[in-house]
């Protein structure tokens, strides 16, 4: 069974540092893994999307790493600002079982940044 | 691209009576689409998946009865939660494949029971 862990469950960091974000999970079989971003009392806004052949994506001061032999993901957040200010969750989508496959989600890191 | 639409945002009712939710992808065809539910300061938890033109798929413990799922269109799923108490206040939350195989969410639904 698929376990999404994230760490570390809060963070606060003053404006301008880079920070890292770690996800793992158990299961190394996945199709791909997304990076969201959550407001309070908001949907989800997808950052990023890592298909299970690649190894990174960016985009602008966000960068997504994959390691699927060791089961991490890492989301880099450079020059922070308190605007990031939200909660960011991993999810994981498991290699089989068509497209139509439910994603599981990792508990969440919440990030304040302070001004 | 790859947009979903939930309406309402914010709903209250009142204990008994039953609330739709509906979840609409504005600018692709979703044959699947999830319904999550959110306790506070929680992650994510699938309720259901919904297929377009077939029952929809309860997560175990997911009482089928009390949350009507109906996805009787490619754009288009609604969640129902029926005779409503205060324990299914809840934050509701629906997604879709969207292009190049991620999940695109809607804006959520604050369901407030009273």
């Known amino acids: 069974k698929q376990e999404v862990t994230q760490i570390p469950a809060a963070l606060s960091v003053p404006e301008g540092e880079n920070l890292v974000l770690n996800c793992s999970f158990t299961?190394?079989?996945?199709?791909?893994l997304q990076w969201f971003r959550q407001d309070p009392g908001k949907g989800l806004t997808s950052l990023l999307l890592?298909?299970?052949?690649?190894r990174e994506q960016t985009s602008g001061r966000l960068n997504a790493s994959l390691d699927k032999s060791s089961g991490r993901s890492t989301l880099y957040i450079a020059a922070s600002q308190p605007g990031d200010s939200a909660t960011y969750l991993c999810?994981?989508?498991?290699?089989?079982?068509?497209?139509?496959?439910?994603?599981?989600f990792g508990t969440g890191t919440l990030l304040a940044v302070q001004p | 691209g790859a947009v979903v639409s939930q309406h309402p945002s914010r709903v209250i009712c009142k204990s008994g009576t039953s609330v739709k939710i509906e979840c609409r992808s504005l600018?692709?065809?979703?044959?699947?689409m999830f319904w999550y539910r959110q306790f506070p300061k929680q992650s994510l938890m699938l309720m259901a998946t919904?297929?377009?033109?077939?029952?929809?798929?309860?997560e175990q413990g997911v009482e089928k009865d009390k949350f009507l799922i109906n996805h009787a269109s490619l754009t288009l799923s609604t969640l129902t939660v029926t005779s409503a108490h205060p324990e299914d206040s809840s934050f509701y939350i629906c997604?879709?494949?969207?292009?190049?195989?991620?999940?695109?969410f809607g804006s959520g639904t604050r369901l407030t029971v009273v």
């Open positions: 997604s879709a494949a969207g292009n190049t195989y991620g999940y695109t």
């Open positions: 299961d190394s079989a996945i199709y791909n």
């Open positions: 890592i298909q299970s052949s690649q």
């Open positions: 999810a994981v989508r498991p290699g089989y079982g068509g497209a139509t496959n439910k994603l599981i």
């Open positions: 600018d692709f065809q979703a044959t699947t």
């Open positions: 919904s297929n377009e033109g077939s029952k929809a798929t309860y």
